[in-house]
């Protein structure tokens, strides 16, 4: 009785660990908690375990000073860092900070280009990190029409 | 369904420059239908992922402050002419597309 119960036991458990791993392998899972806080500080610590990066001059954050629709701010980020791991965006005034991050593989050049919404006038947060932390570049981005209200 | 992702690569030498687009309402959960006043109910891809031969090269993920119909651009090294090219997502409400391309 003992062994079998033992050997289903470690049966369940190979099966289990085999449902987990490819989702694991391919794709880390949805950083929820990190797109529920409201602030830049909670959102880095939920996705990184850290909440304040290093402003740095090695990354670069591209976006207009003012952005006429604040539907759709074009964004680039791009750092010369090396060994970059993640790249993520935030907007300090939305309603969720947290707007993307992104996992780099190693051949992934270190640099992302896409278009996000803008709630109202704000500040821009690019965080890349790599192994030795975290750094940033921000940028204050004027917006006329909000992206987020209706 | 009509096509869902629109993927364009570029091979530069051994860089291959990625652009493409994703057609989703990429709805936040913020804005109100101005007549009934209620929230529309938030509808935004959650995770969006490159491989290259089978291997992740680039992984996002996003929240709803994606703007509509995402637009998203990236390059990585050692790619070639044949090389295979997939992006696949998924949204909150489990609906998903894929789109794979030969590297050109």
Redesign the interface.
Known sequence: MQTRRRLFLQGSLALSLLVALPARLFAAAWPEAAFRTKSIEDALKELYGAGSPTPSSEVSLKAPEIAQDGRVVPVTVSTTLAGVQSISILVEKNPVPLVASFELAANAVPSVETRIKMGQTSTVLAVVKTASGLFSASKDVKVTIGGCGG | MAERIKLRVKLKGD?AEVKSLMVHP?E?G?????DTGEYFPAHHI??V?F??NG??????????????D?????????AKAGDSLKVSWVDNQGESAELETKIQ
């Open positions: 860089i990429m936040s913020f804005r109100r239908n101005p959650r995770q992922t491989e290259h291997k992740p090269v680039m992984t996002g993920q996003w929240g709803g402050g994606v703007s509509t995402p637009f998203f651009g990236f390059s990585f090294k050692g």
